[in-house]
């Protein structure tokens, strides 16, 4: 797991039992590791589990399999052959695992380096899927100044770290996997245009950053607000150009009096749009309130658009 991540991969786990009903298709998996996985159902008596048989199907559609050690025993723990051909030796390409993949044809989603060009060493990425048509790529950078180690005692200490890094450093993110799509960084609300395939962002030590990636341009964002049987009603929509389907935005709806500052908690809301961009959230007011004045506040945690 630590060298899949060290090599820019954001690898998943998956049971035998979800291997041998056909999850890996399903998936889109292109490999397969099997760490000290020694007993490997074959399903051939009753009660088995068609674990291997599932592996062998996987690789005839082109997908790889790379095993730490040869299983010795099926699912009953009953010795067996060793099986000839198809699997990887994982001390093959340990030394060189992102060349021997990418030879292969699988590359990360995102390669992420550092100013000098190696890869990142203190730091994740990881790729979610959001609907159908865009994605969320999130960083994670660890804290600098301290590593893990564990002590003779067995008990793990925070021990200086004169390696972790600068306080801020400039990560080089390959993102040409996706193709000609939109970059916006969800934090300070502006897009980010790819260079050779590439963006650059600072990360501060310790710090996440969330990258949204959509097919379509910022949207613009209106809304109109109602008073009606003492329900304060926000309905809001985006609308980018040449749009036609939205990915799901979450929209950050915060309501106060319009002569101070901050929202009322109890008028604030998280509200998630509707495939054509529209969402809305209802507040009740009290008898008191219904000659307040109040101040309404919309933010695409997404893209970063705010109305007020």
């Known amino acids: ?67 730490t050690h040869a299983a010795s025993c099926d699912e009953f723990l009953q010795p067996i052959e060793e099986s000839k051909g198809g699997f990887l030796k994982s001390s093959d390409i340990e030394k060189d695992l992102l060349g021997a993949l990418a030879q292969r044809g699988i590359k990360p989603y995102v390669s992420v380096r550092t100013a000098d060009g190696a890869l990142i060493k203190r730091g994740t990425t990881t790729v979610h899927a959001l609907g159908q048509k865009g994605f969320l790529l999130t960083f994670l950078r660890e804290p600098t100044g301290t590593k893990d180690e564990v002590g003779a005692d067995g008990v793990i200490h925070s021990v200086p770290d004169p390696g972790s890094g600068p306080e801020v450093e400039p990560w080089t993110c390959d993102v040409s996997f996706f193709g000609g799509v939109r970059f916006f960084d969800s934090r300070f609300g502006k897009e980010l245009t790819p260079q050779n395939g590439k963006i650059t962002i600072e990360m501060q030590a310790g710090d996440g950053r969330p990258i949204a990636i959509l097919t379509y341009a910022k949207p613009e964002l209106t809304y109109t607000k109602t008073v009606q049987d003492r329900m304060l009603v926000v309905k809001w929509s985006l609308k980018a150009p040449g749009a036609v389907e939205y990915v799901p935005h979450v929209v950050r709806v915060e309501v106060g009096d319009a002569d101070a500052r901050g929202a009322a908690p109890v008028f604030s809301a998280n509200t998630v749009s509707s495939a054509q961009g529209t969402g809305e959230a209802s507040f009740p007011l009290a008898f008191e309130d219904e000659n307040r004045r109040f101040a309404v506040r919309l933010r695409d945690v997404l893209t970063g658009v705010v109305r007020e």
């Open 1 to 67: 797991m630590t060298a899949l991540h060290a090599a820019g991969y954001d690898p998943f786990f998956i049971s035998e039992d979800a291997v041998a009903r056909g999850e890996l298709p399903k998936r889109g998996v292109k490999s397969v590791f099997l760490p000290m996985t020694i007993a490997q159902g074959r399903g051939e008596k009753k009660g088995g589990l068609a674990f291997r048989p599932a592996l062998g199907e996987f690789l005839e559609q082109g997908g790889i399999v790379v095993e």
